[in-house]
């Protein structure tokens, strides 16, 4: 009798106490142990720091196509918009500017308005292309033999660890590397003028930087220079503008000197000036134009 | 059937759909991991790059933190691991050689002697 009274509460029990046990052999005793994963499951400062990885090594190689198929791997909808953001917050950072210009020139030749490149990393415009005959076509890793395939497949179901929804193996073809440019003439300034708009809110120095062929350059490095002061900022973090634009914002009663970093013609005393207009008087731009002869 | 029975046959059912709960129902999802997990491959390509990388910015020091990511061998080893399988895979002699470059230059450096990071 007193059994019966006990109910059919003794097989809820038992279902809790296997739930719970099933939960502390997964979380405790044999937790999961994440390998053989992809880089688009990497923790976002990973993504960033492998980005910036990608964007160097593009500046090495200057194989366009690799660096694509490398941020493939990423994961991201829009990449060149990625390298383009990761750029600006690193120039904030105060990152290194070689990362902060490799990051530019991948956004820029991502975003179809190849920056392209010479081996010095120094970045060039609309050039024709000669190929480098020293260079050979890299060999894609999809020619992965049966056997890396297997030890591949071996590992990732291996005993010695647990691992549960493992990628498929899916080897990673690496392209061949695209052909480099040689240096170009030095940038000269070629136009400055104060520009009246009234919808920029500031008073900005402007600059655009242009090729021969008259197409806009990024990842060009530019110095701004004041009494006790000097700052650095590079073209083609305002793609929305142009590629070749960049600005920076000026302080009244302070006087400036802008150089391209490359070297070249000083623009000096640059202030700040009023405009004036409907509304009243505001600040002007200066709006510097430097095209390579 | 005894109540042990029953009782043990609903221990077993808790623990399967503990189971089937966690591997079909809401499986684990990569995220948020770090370099040392990726697959061998990617691995590789890390460390190419990161070779590529040092024949533009020329610091080792930079070059061992970045490998540091892949695990905690010696930046030295990771690069021979990943030349071995770079090898086996059938990556062109020219990155190779950019790895093997690597190679070489992390065999004479001292971290000791390495200038702080920024």
């Not at chain 1, 291996?158 to 929804?165: C, E």
């Not at chain 2, 892949?70 to 002699?93: F, H, K, M, R």
Request: glycine share 8%; net charge negative.
């Amino acid at each position: 009798m007193r059994e019966e009274n006990r109910g059919p509460w003794y097989l809820l029990t038992g279902l809790v106490l296997g739930v719970a046990a099933g939960l502390v052999f997964a979380w405790v005793i044999s937790p999961v142990r994440y390998v053989d994963t992809a880089p688009t499951s990497l923790r976002d400062d990973f993504k960033s720091q492998y980005r910036a990885l990608i964007a160097v090594a593009y500046l090495y190689s200057g194989d366009l196509q690799r660096a694509r198929v490398r941020l493939n791997t990423l994961g991201q909808a829009n990449p060149a918009g990625e390298l383009a953001l990761q750029a600006q917050v690193a120039l904030a950072e105060g990152r290194p500017e070689s990362e902060v210009q490799a990051l530019t020139l991948l956004s820029a030749a991502l975003s179809g308005q190849a920056a392209q490149i010479d081996l010095t990393g120094t970045p060039q415009a609309n050039q024709t292309p000669q190929p480098s005959p020293n260079l050979t076509p890299t060999a894609l890793v999809v020619q992965a033999t049966t056997a890396v395939v297997e030890a591949a497949n071996a590992t990732s179901t291996s005993g010695a660890t647990r691992v549960r929804g493992t990628p498929t193996f899916t080897p990673t073809p690496l392209p061949s590397r695209t052909p480099t440019l040689t240096p170009g003439a030095d940038f000269v300034l070629q136009d400055q003028k104060l520009v009246c708009d009234l919808t920029s809110g500031e008073a900005l120095i402007q600059v655009e930087v242009l090729d021969a062929a008259r197409q806009p350059v990024p990842g060009i490095e530019i110095i701004v220079r004041w009494d006790g002061g000097e700052d650095h900022f590079f073209t083609g973090l305002h793609p929305q503008i142009s590629l070749g634009y960049a600005d920076f914002a000026m302080t009244p009663g302070v006087t400036y000197q802008v150089q391209l970093a490359s070297g070249g013609q000083t623009v000096p005393d640059l202030v700040v000036t009023e405009c004036e207009g409907d509304p009243g008087r505001y600040w002007g731009n200066w709006r510097l134009e430097f095209v390579q002869p | 059937m005894s109540r042990w029975t029953k009782f043990l046959i609903a221990v077993i059912l808790g623990a399967a759909g503990a189971l089937f709960y966690g591997w079909v129902v809401n499986p684990v999802e990569y995220v948020d991991t770090a370099p040392d997990s990726l697959r061998f491959d990617y691995k590789t390509d890390y460390v190419l790059m990161v070779a590529e990388a040092y024949q533009v910015e020329n610091s080792l020091g930079l070059a061992a933190r970045r490998l540091a990511l892949l695990g905690s061998d010696p930046p030295l080893e990771t690069v021979t691991q990943a030349v071995n399988t770079a090898t086996q895979i059938g990556y062109d002699l020219a990155d190779l050689a950019l790895m093997r470059s690597l190679a070489e230059a992390l065999q004479t450096w001292n971290p000791n002697q390495e200038a702080p990071a920024p």
